[in-house]
């Protein structure tokens, strides 16, 4: 079958508009489109990208009507293009509204920009549903989509609701911020966001830090955890990964010989021959801190006049989102500054700051990138920031100084940059003086590094890297699934069970056959339950062990009067049919233990809000299910290394369950117990049910024993052979093994 890939980012990589009546199409820039696009090409040219036809689904920005009179001169060798049109007024809404100005300064931690109107919120979900129109009307289950950008956050549940096993990818090009930052929206719009990029396979982020935020997000916000950053949700795996996003870095270091470019770096140098060129290039916004490096350069001729006339700064500012008025706002204040500063400190002859509001050729920017001493790049705050990258992939000579913002993502990987704070006004000052006055040599040893580091993992690695991510996590979802106990294997249980004539059936109770629940009162057995084990028991065939953590006297309150063996205590007492409770010979009566421990877990009871101790019959629990999970978590961890020295060389054991730490005494355990009733009789059939860890020890006594059936519940890797999702699948499976031949 063709399988096809579709890209979609708000924005097609084109800009249409009519100009004098004629239909204009021009290449749109930013930093997703210049990375997708360039792989897109790259991979154009070496074959293929793996698929047989790639699509780039996104908006045009212009009428239909103009669409259909561009269309034909947008002939593209790499990939087609599909449009989705979003009526004017819903656009903006979601564009502009929710997009801009609520996740763009939320997630760059400008909390104070973001404006939460009901519009916005209800205007995003409906422009992505008209995303997901034009994406099912062509999609199918084989095809990979790829989705970009915080405007299509709801837009793979959507999908997925159609196309339940079509691989979607989504990557953010702008920071994930912090909890903190996060919980500052509605709480269903959290939901909503977290929801919809759940449907996905793969989530991609630029850094570590942006991907430990959304993993803790999903833990605050819906509960989730994740394991070595894999979520199960709705019985999916979703992988969790990080792909710093870079450049072509062949197109920008071989750009340095362009003849163009060139003999415009030779303009440029002559122009202001006899100074020092500062040089930065950013879009109009409030993120990137251009504000704040004007002050710093301000700052930094006040510092040192003896550099006032052997610099110039030029600045060249990109316009953006002009209809939204913060960014309009800060327009008018620079350009204030700007004119400000060329007055008072400026002279005749030299302007301090040349600036340019408008876009640069791609020749004008290689050649100010390679003519420039030093790039200013100090963002505020910046998912990745291309334009680092691209001035040291450009600078073939080995000359120029990167001063760069740490609160850009770029600056986990250009570490060889001069690092600032863009906070720090007196810091970026002191540090353009440093970087004007580096050496040749250690400006050369600096790019070096960073230009193998870009060689090293350029766009296209980037790229391939997300599609391995994604086809890894797509064949470990189909892994995870085979574990599941299917129609097949269930079939075949049954003819098993049904040809035996001695059975031993093992059963977990908590969290097996009644949902988890941490107190004894709440897991007590209902009338399902109940007529179930009557039922199996009344079958003269099996011989059924009800194991539990619960103690003696409530195991014989609730199931005394059926033919059950019960074992108490997590393996501390068993009492056969008919029998009394014997203590496994291994418990020592000696309580002493509980005075050394039970102070240990009073400190954590203090320490940690929300928790308790429950004193069970053999064993003492520290309890955290309605702690705050991130404390509770350092705190468990904390308590179990304590308790294991605490108790070394006693008879104890100390079991760290999902949301407990307990300290129990050393029982006969699920493992032993099992090759204990193995050696009594020959079973022809055993069946063992369990959920947590210490019923792992009998599914490893089991694995390969003929006609042994071993099944987890829940979706964790196990021994078993077998997983279900939940007690009451358990409840269902064992009612169908009872029914009649
Ligand atoms: C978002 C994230 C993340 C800029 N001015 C001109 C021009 N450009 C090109 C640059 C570069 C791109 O635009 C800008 O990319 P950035 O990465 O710096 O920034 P954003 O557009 O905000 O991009 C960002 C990025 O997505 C990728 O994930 O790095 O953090 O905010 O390629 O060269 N190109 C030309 N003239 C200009 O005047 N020709």
């Known amino acids: 079958m063709n399988k096809k890939l579709y890209i979609i980012s708000n924005r097609l990589p084109v800009n249409i508009e009519t100009v004098n009546g004629q239909v204009q199409v021009n290449v749109s820039s930013g930093g997703l489109i210049s990375a997708v696009s360039s792989y897109l090409n790259y991979a154009g040219e070496k074959g293929s990208t793996g698929f047989d036809e790639n699509i780039w689904i996104g908006t045009p920005c212009c009428s239909q009507a103009e669409w259909v009179q561009a269309k034909e001169g947008l002939v593209k060798s790499d990939f087609t293009y599909l449009p989705v049109f979003v009526n004017a007024r ?134 989730l955890g994740s394991e070595n950053n894999i979520v199960t949700y709705k019985n999916r795996l979703v992988r969790v990964d990080v792909f710093p996003i870079s450049i072509d870095f062949q197109k920008y270091h071989a750009a340095f010989s362009f003849k163009e470019v060139a003999s415009l770096r030779s303009f440029y140098k002559q122009e202001f021959r006899d100074k020092k060129i500062l040089f930065s290039v950013d879009r109009l916004d409030y993120t990137k801190g251009v504000f704040s490096r004007l002050k710093a350069y301000e700052w930094f001729l006040n510092l040192f006049p003896a550099y006032r006339e052997k610099v110039v700064f030029i600045m060249v500012i990109v316009p953006s989102r002009d209809t939204i008025p913060k960014y309009a706002e800060r327009k008018k204040e620079i350009d204030e500054f ?202 003269q065939r099996n011989c059924i062990y009800l194991l539990s953590g619960r103690n003696s006297a409530t195991l014989d309150n609730w199931f005394g009067l059926l033919r059950l063996n019960l074992v108490a205590g997590h393996g501390a007492k068993v009492k056969r049919h ?105 079973y022809d059939f055993i069946m063992a049910f369990g959920d947590d860890s210490t019923d792992e020890e009998m599914f490893k006594e089991l694995a390969g024993t003929p006609h042994a059936w071993t099944i987890k519940i829940g979706n964790e890797a196990s021994y078993a052979k077998y997983n279900l999702y939940t007690p009451q699948m358990t409840l269902s499976l064992l009612n169908y093994l009872h029914t009649p031949v």
Request: with cysteine; aromatic share 12%.
């Open 90 to 223: 819903l656009y903006n809404l979601y564009y502009n509204g929710f997009s801009n100005s609520v996740l763009w300064p939320l997630f760059h931690y400008f909390p104070s920009y973001a404006e939460y109107k009901i519009d916005y919120y209800e205007s995003y979900s409906a422009a992505n549903a008209n995303f997901l129109d034009v994406v099912i009307r062509n999609a199918r289950e084989g095809d990979t989509i790829w989705i970009h950008d915080y405007h299509l956050f709801p837009l793979a549940a959507m999908i997925r609701e159609h196309l339940p096993s079509v691989t979607i990818g989504f990557f953010l090009h702008i920071p994930f911020p912090s909890y903190e930052l996060f919980r500052l929206m509605p709480t269903q719009w959290q939901q909503g966001l977290l929801e919809g990029v759940l449907g996905t396979d793969l989530i991609g982020f630029h850094t570590i830090d942006y991907a430990t935020h959304f993993l803790n997000c999903l833990q605050m916000v819906m509960g």
């Open 338 to 539: 700007i004119g400000n500063i060329n007055s008072r400190i400026g002279t005749i002859t030299w302007k301090p700051v040349v600036y340019q509001y408008n876009q640069l050729s791609f020749e004008q920017l290689i050649a100010l990138y390679t003519g420039c001493d030093l790039a200013l790049i100090t963002p505020l705050r910046d998912g990745m920031n291309l334009v680092a990258k691209e001035f040291v992939a450009s600078r073939q000579d080995h000359k120029g100084v990167l001063l760069l913002s740490e609160l850009t993502g770029a600056a986990r990987e250009l570490t060889d940059a001069l690092l600032i704070n863009p906070n720090d006004l007196d810091g970026l000052a002191r540090k353009i003086k440093e970087g004007l006055e580096m050496s040749e040599a250690e400006q050369s040893r600096r790019l070096v590094r960073m230009q193998n580091r870009l060689i090293q993992y350029d766009v296209n690695t980037w790229a391939e890297d997300f599609f391995t991510q994604l086809a890894n996590i797509k064949k470990r979802q189909t892994e995870f699934e085979f574990m599941f106990l299917g129609q097949d294997a269930k079939r075949l249980l049954y003819q098993d069970y049904h040809l035996a004539s001695k059975r031993l059936l093992l059963l977990d109770y908590n969290g097996t056959l009644v949902p988890f629940s941490p107190l004894a009162d709440q897991s007590e057995p209902g009338e399902e339950v109940l007529s179930l084990l009557a039922n199996l028991s009344a079958d």
């Open 578 to 682: 008919n029998e009394e409770w014997l203590v496994d010979r291994y418990i020592h009566q000696d309580d002493k233990w509980r005075e050394l421990v039970m102070p240990v877990l009073d400190l954590s009871v203090k320490r940690c809000a929300n928790t308790y101790i429950e004193e069970k019959e053999f064993s003492l629990v520290w309890h955290f299910s309605n702690a705050e999970p991130q404390q509770a978590k350092i705190r468990a961890g904390e308590l179990y290394s304590e308790l294991l020295q605490l108790t070394r060389n006693r008879n104890l054991q100390v079991v760290q369950g999902s949301y407990t730490v307990e300290v129990r005494n050393k029982g006969i355990g699920s493992g032993v117990l099992t090759r204990t009733l193995m050696s009594e009789k020959a």
